[in-house]
């Protein structure tokens, strides 16, 4: 059985994580199928939005525990790699080009809590739980300790890692990890709804807005007001701009071209 499961339907790539009966951890197969996925969604021209998403009742509970348990037998190269590719993963999503869409259906611990802190829109189930829980097993949330400051700002991602407390879906989303908390059973239909909205903008908009989100981050403000003035130039001249003015003047769909 595959880790992952992957599907582009019309220009949303689904990403699924598939290892239920585990609790979807973020083991070395799971974080590898994970990052292929990723990138064969950036790198296809027809994929606009990635819609995440879980099997089973939790969405990701972070690291595989049985593999904790024999990590002092290990080589501490080998340790060293499973944590570099849940790092990269998570580097990937928090600078992914694309928007990611995040359905996050039950407990989203340790890892996972990481996983949807890297995504830029999360639209969580009323069941859900978010945390840095590590400490509980002795663990300090090293790996997702730089996801979890880029939401959570510097003094909330400490305060979060040192108590170890999981939180409800509205905690989180008045923190800023959660976009919206919908009932269990609407979950997919509104996580599904929102991609396809994204879905419907010009994709050469939404690739220039991330890139520009993106690299304006931590910029002085009056290095931010140049840097963006200028990238203005990009839109002013694209296709898309010309033709969603055109489909506005005229009152019909735009077509857009992607540039």
């Given amino acids: ?40 969604a950036q790198a296809d021209a027809s994929v606009n939005v990635v819609l995440l998403s879980a099997a089973g009742d939790s969405f990701c509970a ?3 525990l049985r593999e904790f348990q024999n990590f002092r037998s290990k080589d501490v190269i080998d340790i060293y790699d499973e944590g570099r590719g849940t790092a990269e993963l998570l580097k990937l999503l928090g600078s992914f080009a694309k928007p990611v869409v995040a359905a996050v259906n039950g407990p989203a611990y340790g890892g996972g809590f990481g996983v949807a802190c890297a995504c830029p829109l999360v639209v969580s189930s009323d069941r859900a739980r978010f945390g840095a829980t590590e400490l509980k097993l002795g663990l ?7 996801a979890m400051r880029a939401a959570l700002g510097d003094r909330k991602a400490l305060e979060l890692s040192l ?12 923190l800023g990890v959660v976009t919206r908390v919908v009932p269990h059973d609407l979950l997919m239909d ?30 002085s403000g009056n290095t931010a007001s140049s840097y963006l003035n200028a990238l ?28």
């Avoid at 992952?4 to 070395?28: C, D, Q, W």
């Avoid at 003047?249 to 071209?257: G, H, V, Y």
């Fill in 140 to 146: 300090f949330p090293l790996v997702i300790l730089p």
């Fill in 62 to 64: 972070g690291g595989d």
């Fill in 163 to 174: 108590l170890a407390e999981t939180m409800d879906a509205e905690a989180a989303m008045k």
């Fill in 190 to 219: 509104e996580a599904r709804s929102m991609a396809n909205r994204l879905n419907g903008f010009s994709p050469h908009a939404l690739r220039l807005g991330m890139e520009a989100f993106r690299v304006s981050t931590g910029m």
């Fill in 1 to 40: 059985m595959s880790s992952i499961l992957y599907e582009n339907v019309s220009g949303v790539a689904s990403i699924r994580l598939n290892e239920p009966e585990r609790r979807n951890p973020l083991n070395r197969e799971l974080v590898a199928q994970f990052i292929d996925a990723l990138l064969n």
């Fill in 232 to 259: 203005r130039v990009m839109f002013y001249h694209s296709e898309d701009l010309k033709e969603g003015a055109t489909a506005f003047l005229e009152k019909r769909p735009p077509q857009w071209r992607g540039r």
